[in-house]
């Protein structure tokens, strides 16, 4: 598939819904931790470090793993009140703020709720309907049903979390080489999404170090699933939006912070 840069920039977005069983071939996967290596690191120090995960049996634990990371997130309710500040409501405030995800898509039970959820109460009525149940069992299914997880890692020789400035330098350059990723997965017909709900929950973290044998002088910090998209992109019960980007004026100033750049579009 020709695609430009800009297209593949343009058109790179996060798959919440399932992929197709195909395994990624092996050639693809090299293609993909190759562009991550061509990423920039300071002074060429590539701390970046990966895992390609094909085997069913543990995609099929760190998915359970995620899933109940995601019941647990919910049930404490933590999810909403940490998260409250980047979900918008309507297409309205979508476009207002052009930040944000918003919720379009949810099973109509639950869409009375929706504003409230943020509430103790609404969070104690969610648990009552195993809502939160459901979603971690979604989730579960949607990784497990993942061909290839991609577990990113960097060398604690270089990230040291000891505040010197070469870990800023780690986890951008990590960013940059996971950004690599991304934008291929566009060019190869592939998608792409975090599987993030485990790293809020240390034990769970802790667990799938162990499942993956992650040594000592590496620290894990982040999880993917990967596959093919379906030409037809079914969405999941519960699916957002989150395409909308600030203007110019919001993001970007001229010669200093004094002055927002004008807007063109
Ligand atoms: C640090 C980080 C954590 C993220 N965690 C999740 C996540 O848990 N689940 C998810 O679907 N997307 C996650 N995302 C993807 C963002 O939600 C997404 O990039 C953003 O909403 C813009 O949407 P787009 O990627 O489709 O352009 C994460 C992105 C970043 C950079």
Redesign the pocket.
């Known amino acids: 598939m020709t695609l430009d840069l800009l297209d593949a920039i343009n058109q ?3 798959t ?1 819904g399932y992929f197709l069983p195909d395994p990624v071939s092996l050639a693809h996967q090299h293609l993909l931790v190759k562009a991550a290596a061509r990423a920039p690191s300071h002074f060429n120090s590539q701390p970046w470090r990966f895992i390609l995960v094909d085997d069913a049996a543990i995609r099929t634990r760190i998915a359970e793993i995620g899933g109940n990371s995601m019941t647990q997130l919910m049930e404490e309710g933590r999810f909403f009140t940490r998260y409250r500040k980047y979900f918008r409501f309507s297409q309205a405030e979508m476009e207002e703020r052009r930040d ?2 918003y919720i379009d898509k949810l099973p109509a039970p639950l869409r009375p709720f929706i504003k409230q959820v943020f509430s103790e109460r609404a969070t104690n009525i969610l648990k009552r309907l195993g809502v939160a149940k459901m979603l971690g069992r979604d989730n579960t299914k949607l990784v497990q049903a993942s061909p290839l997880l991609l577990v990113a890692l960097l060398d604690k020789e270089e990230y040291k979390q000891d505040g010197d400035l070469s870990d800023f330098y780690c986890v951008l350059s990590l ?1 940059m080489a996971i950004e690599h990723i ?1 934008l291929l997965t566009t060019k190869l017909g592939m998608g792409i ?5 485990p790293m809020e929950i240390p034990s769970a973290w802790a667990e799938i170090k162990q499942l993956l044998a992650v040594p000592e002088h590496l620290e894990m910090m ?1 999880i993917y699933r990967l596959g093919y998209v379906p030409a037809e992109k079914a969405r999941p019960k519960i699916d ?1 939006q ?2 909308q980007r600030k203007p110019l004026s919001r993001f970007v100033y001229r010669n200093t912070c004094n002055t927002p750049e004008k807007d063109t579009d």
């Open positions: 790179r977005h996060t919440n944000g995800i960013g991304w999404q975090f599987v993030s709900t982040a957002w989150s395409d």
